[in-house]
């Protein structure tokens, strides 16, 4: 008997953790449909993989690829809402368009981007956010103000939707990645792309509790 693969959906994968991640599930075997705003990825090809286009900021962007989701899968186990952006992570004082550009990425995109995919999700699927600790209220720091407010707010919309989505056993995760060298994070960080990766997919596995902050960097689940 042949044992059907899981689907996953990533975002953001043109590079760093969201490519790293796409690689290491590829490597366990699901199916990936992954997203870039070109619609595609130089250097990455695979058998399971397909790569479709999504701005997530730009709500007809978002309508074509859910239906685009839909034509490739018969149903979703596994959503990793990655894509992200940190314009004002070194200002201390707000400044409207990098505010706005950090929330229609980090929080609105991810959130107008998962509702009409609730539908397609399984039974008994996840559903992970990419956060990050600069959106714990114990790490308010002054910098970065759209950033860790995004952060902090998709850690909110996440707790939301793991009480919302409880009853189909759908797991819901704000996951922190560690800091990890990538555009975002730079090249002083201390993990690669491919050790956070390596860290979400243990929160996958050890499936700590639905609405849980995973911490990838320390392996374990974290209070909020
Ligand atoms: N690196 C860290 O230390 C760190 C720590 C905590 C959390 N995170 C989170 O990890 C996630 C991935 O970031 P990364 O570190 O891997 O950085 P990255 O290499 O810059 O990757 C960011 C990804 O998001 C995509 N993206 C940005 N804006 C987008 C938009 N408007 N529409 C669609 N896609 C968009 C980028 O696409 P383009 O290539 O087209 O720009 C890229 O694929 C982010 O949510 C970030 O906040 C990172």
Known sequence: MTVPFKTAVVTGISSGIGQALTQKLLVEGYQVIGTTRS?????????????????AT??????????RIATLTKGVDLLVNNAGAAPDVF???????????????????????TEPLLPQLNEGAQVVFISSNMGLPRNAAP?????????????????????????RRIQVMPMHPGWVQTKLGGDQ?????????????????????SGLFW???????EAF
Not at 39 to 53: K, Q
Request: aromatic share 6%.
């Open 39 to 55: 619609g595609t990825v130089p250097g990455l090809a695979h058998p399971r993989l397909h790569v479709i286009a999504l701005e």
């Open 58 to 67: 730009d709500e007809a962007s978002i309508a074509q690829a859910v239906a």
């Open 91 to 113: 200002a201390i004082t707000p400044e409207r368009t990098a505010f706005t550009q950090t929330l229609a990425t980090n929080i609105t995109g991810p959130v107008f981007f």
């Open 143 to 167: 910098n970065g103000p759209g950033y860790r407010l995004s952060k902090a707010a998709i850690n909110m919309y996440a707790a939301m939707l793991a009480t919302r989505l409880a009853e």
């Open 189 to 209: 960080a201390p993990l690669t792309p491919a050790q956070a990766a390596e860290g979400i997919y243990q929160g996958l596995v050890t499936n700590p509790g």
């Open 215 to 221: 911490n990838a960097a320390a392996g374990a689940a």
